[in-house]
């Protein structure tokens, strides 16, 4: 399985991390948003994500807010 970076995401890790949330969801017995040839959760999240079916959002820490 070859993972393509959308360009939405500025890094890896955050693909990786929105990925595993959603995986967890699948896991929990969340419906997919796609049909897919893969069974396993990881593998259905990681095409999610690369199709971006999944939202997200970046949320600032409350420290950083209170210093600015």
Do not use: C, T
């Amino acid at each position: 399985m070859v993972i393509r970076i959308p360009n939405h995401f500025d890094s890896k890790f955050r693909m990786i991390l929105v990925a595993a949330e959603r995986a967890k969801q699948l896991q929990r017995g969340a419906p997919p948003r796609i049909d897919a040839k893969a069974r396993k959760p990881a593998h259905i999240a990681l095409e999610e994500v690369e199709k971006n079916l999944v939202p997200y959002q970046i949320l600032e820490d409350e420290e950083e807010e209170e210093e600015e």
